[in-house]
């Protein structure tokens, strides 16, 4: 083996020798909601959303494992209003989108009263017309304070505001760039958007770069190379 040779397998030893090794390593992040206070939740809906790159997540070399969103809603404490409520003498058969198709002895809440028809709610949260007079109202209740929630365009469900956390689980196709968009569409009442944070946990992989000393030595190489190859010349 020649000299030039010799020198080839040097630099190559160095590189390798002192490349900083790929680590993997767990970390966990957590965003909070953009707002400073309390947001009421009267007539119009709530659109905002989580951005866990402002908390260093990178989806370039975080592979999340696991994402929770916790939120809470609460009751406004002004007096409840009062909703009307019945139930369903005959099945109905919706005619389009707008109607709601339900079924004899169905308990629905009355959210608008246009004539020979009614909007209404039923106990799974749907929503939609049916003939007045396929309703027995039956009386008046507090209103009730519901809300849709959707998770990157995803529905949840209706859920009614308790005043508790809930927790929902976020899978990670919802997180592709780092952003959970998050919209709370009224159903019926008033309440208040209290507070949310989305965590997240992921496994972070480092990229193998050359150390500073690893470069300083293949530097090095590269010149006693360099002097030896017009030498020989």
Not at 121 to 140: I, M, N, T
Not at 174 to 189: A, E, K, W
Request: aromatic residues 10%.
């Amino acid at each position: 083996m020649n000299c030039r040779a010799h020198w080839c397998i040097a630099i190559l030893a160095m590189i390798v020798g002192h490349l900083q090794v790929a680590e993997a390593g767990p970390v966990v992040f957590t965003n909070h909601d953009p707002f400073a206070a309390p947001v009421y939740i009267g007539s119009a809906d709530l659109h905002y959303r989580h951005d866990i790159t402002d908390n260093g997540y990178d989806p370039a070399i975080d592979n999340l494992t696991s994402a929770t969103l916790a939120m809470r809603l609460i009751d406004d404490d002004d007096d409840p209003a009062i909703a009307s409520y019945g139930s369903m003498m005959f099945d109905f058969e919706g005619a389009d989108d707008e109607e709601l198709t339900i079924h004899e002895g169905e308990k629905v809440y009355v959210l608008r009263d246009v004539g020979e028809w009614l909007f209404v709610l039923d106990g799974s949260g749907r929503r939609g017309f049916v003939p007045a007079s396929y309703v027995e109202q039956v009386g008046s209740v507090p209103e009730p304070e519901l809300y849709e929630l959707s998770l990157d365009g995803v529905g949840q469900g209706v859920c009614e505001v308790v005043g508790v956390w809930r927790h929902y689980s976020i899978p990670a196709s919802y997180l592709t760039d780092g952003i959970l968009r998050i919209n709370i569409n009224r159903v019926f009442g008033d309440f208040v958007f209290d507070d949310a944070y989305l965590t997240v946990a992921a496994e972070r992989t480092v990229p193998a770069v050359p150390l500073p000393s690893s470069l300083l030595l293949v530097a090095s190489g590269l010149v006693g190379y360099t002097r030896l190859n017009r030498k020989l010349r």
